[in-house]
């Protein structure tokens, strides 16, 4: 028995015969469906009508030390178009807090970027926009409502292996888009991250509030998909399997997202 955390996981083990069940994400039990950010701008001590862009780099070594200064170039354009800017950043631990703010300093002296120690959910509820790495983070900023771009950079030998093996196989690797099966928000893979077109569609969710309001209701019909109590329903599968019984019982066995209400 797998226990899935998206439902797309779950269709992937039906495919291939493998007893799965869809129990949700935690992150979507603890994230309230309807945030606050005026609350949490006030926690942060952030000024209320700032427009705050959030910079969330990585929470591993490897990970921030390939793509700090890609988000240091981004902040040095960003800040170059909208001097108004408010940046933040929340740093997982010292090391990477060592790696982004050497990038910051290196890259963008001028531009002030304030790091905060872990807070991250409470810098993206604060936040207008989020440029993120790929992981769990960007689904938690999908679930704080929040307008992201998502990069993703690997090593060299990686991405050579995974392009001569033809193992990538999906359309998107962002979780938002993964959820939505579309693209609602902008991915950027290698070569692809170019501080101008990740700083420029960051500005457009800024910019443009139609298309921000039609992104939350997105993030919102998948939060409401993914809220299910998942810890009691991954309890629940696990004693029906030793009991010999299959499938968890309930109102909250739904299989799929509730529908979309609108183009993203």
């Keep these: 028995m797998v226990l899935c955390l998206l439902p797309f996981e779950k269709r992937f083990y039906d495919e291939h015969g493998v007893a799965a069940e869809f129990v ?23 000024p209320a009508d700032a427009q705050i862009v959030a910079l969330l780099p990585g929470s591993r070594r490897g990970e921030v030390t390939r793509l700090a200064g890609d988000f240091a170039k981004t902040a040095r354009w960003l800040a170059a178009k909208r001097p108004d800017l ?4 929340p740093m997982a631990n010292a090391l990477v807090t060592e790696v982004f703010a050497a990038a910051l300093e290196r890259i963008a002296p001028r531009v002030k970027v304030r790091l905060f120690d872990g807070r991250a959910q409470t810098v993206l509820i604060a936040a207008d926009v989020v440029l993120v790495a790929s992981g769990t983070a960007s689904l938690e900023a999908a679930l704080c409502k929040r307008p992201m771009v998502v990069v993703y950079r690997l090593g060299a030998m990686t991405v050579w292996v995974l392009k001569r093996l033809n193992l990538v196989k999906s359309k998107f690797f962002a979780q938002p888009n993964l959820l939505a099966d579309r693209r609602v928000v902008g991915e950027y893979f290698q070569a692809e991250i170019v501080p101008e077109s990740i ?14 309001e ?16 998942a810890s009691a329903r ?13 499938g968890i019982q309930g109102p909250a066995d739904r299989r799929d997202l509730p529908p979309a209400r609108g183009p993203a």
């Design 24 to 46: 949700g994400h935690p992150l979507a039990d603890t994230i309230p469906l309807i945030v606050d950010r005026g609350r949490a701008r006030a926690e942060l001590d952030l």
């Design 86 to 89: 408010e940046f933040v950043a």
């Design 199 to 212: 700083g420029a569609e960051l500005l457009m969710w800024l910019d443009e509030a139609p298309r921000r």
């Design 214 to 229: 039609a992104l939350e209701h997105e993030f919102l019909r998948i939060h409401v998909g993914l809220k299910r109590d």
């Design 234 to 246: 991954a309890a629940q599968a696990v004693f029906a399997l030793a009991s010999g019984r299959t």
